[in-house]
């Protein structure tokens, strides 16, 4: 497992920017060949996935986003910063929620299912009013 520690989340008005960053530390701290994962979960809702992104060993990245972020939201790594980006653009009150980081262990793909993901950051939180 490894430590995750986020930041960046705020309040803003529908239609602002935020960005949230997630460090990776610990023994086996490296974001290359590793699935890393935003997820969030608003009160009273189940966790969703918001983002991935994996670099397989061939060095090429995959990302994928779920449909309501599409074209809003890009997550990027600092590989040699071992940092987990989530850029948000035209956030909407409906993106208003905890925002967690998410790691797998190394050398295995992607999962949407929070239960494949066995280190978890504490959580930042995004507030988006109309």
């Known amino acids: 497992q490894v430590h995750l520690v986020e930041s960046g989340g705020g309040s803003v008005q529908a239609g602002g920017s935020l960005r949230l960053s997630c460090v990776v530390s610990?023994?086996?701290?490296?974001?290359?060949?590793?699935?890393m994962a935003w997820f969030r979960q608003a009160p009273g809702k189940e966790r969703e996935r918001v983002a991935t992104i994996y670099t397989d060993t061939g060095g090429s990245i995959s990302t994928n986003y779920a449909d309501s972020v599409k074209g809003r939201f890009t997550i990027s790594q600092d590989n040699a910063e071992n940092t987990l980006y989530l850029q948000m653009h035209g956030l909407k009150s409906e993106d208003t929620a905890m925002y967690y980081c998410?790691?797998?262990?190394?050398?295995?793909?992607?999962?949407?299912?929070?239960?494949?993901?066995?280190?978890w950051g504490q959580g930042t939180q995004v507030t988006v009013s109309s």
């Open positions: 610990g023994d086996t701290a490296r974001l290359r060949h590793r699935c």
């Open positions: 998410a790691a797998r262990r190394l050398y295995i793909g992607c999962s949407r299912d929070s239960r494949d993901y066995g280190s």
